[in-house]
């Protein structure tokens, strides 16, 4: 059984070759957020990223741009419609080892930072020290860099219910660039830390972000992001 297909805007392109689709989900009674698809294409193949069930209008637009070859899981709590995909078009399921939330489909690829990314210039960046897979991706003749949950830039709360904007402003999220709070905390092991990830994370090349809530920040995403890691982490770089 698939789940719904819930509000979303139209398919909107990004960049050549990039588009991505602001949508919504429904996590519980009065509790809606919002939620995105990024969409990639090379020739005539697409690449689906934080997979967002369409609607059928939307589906069609979707079959216009090209013809689906992968579904790509990013983090493991967004899987919830990757199989409709999977069977939809019956594509490749591109994921990294070690799925928990949902344990389907079953990977075809594995995604590791060894792994070539999905489309042409493209790189995978990998949250080693997370105990939850959670990847990123690089697009990088764009600068831009796809996240899920570990990097979210909220420019406004469109697609949020009343309750889930005070749940979320409880939770420590805020206007701007934020690392994911809930997701820190569920991923970070025991005594240990993402830091090092993080660090990592702010020497790829990138100025724009697009994660899986939230919106599209286009440009000084990095420095945001370095703000963000300074702030949670509490350091100072070294110049
Ligand atoms: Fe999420």
Redesign the pocket.
Known sequence: MYSSAYPHDPIEQLFPDVFWVHGSIRVGPGMRLN?NMIILREGKELTLINPVRLQEEALRELDALGQVARVVRL?D??GLDDQYYVDRYQCLFWAQAGQSTYSSPEIDVLVDEASPGPVRDSLFFVYRNAIYPEAALLMKKHRLLIT??SL?YHRDWRYFSGFTRVVFKLLGFHRGMNI?GP?LKRVTPKGGSLQHDFERLIQLDFDALVG??GQVLRMGAKAAVRAEVRHLYGYEEEA
Request: a neutral charge; glycine letters at 18%; charged letters at 20%.
């Open positions: 939620r983090g709590f967004h899920t949950d979210q994911g997701w899986a809530h």
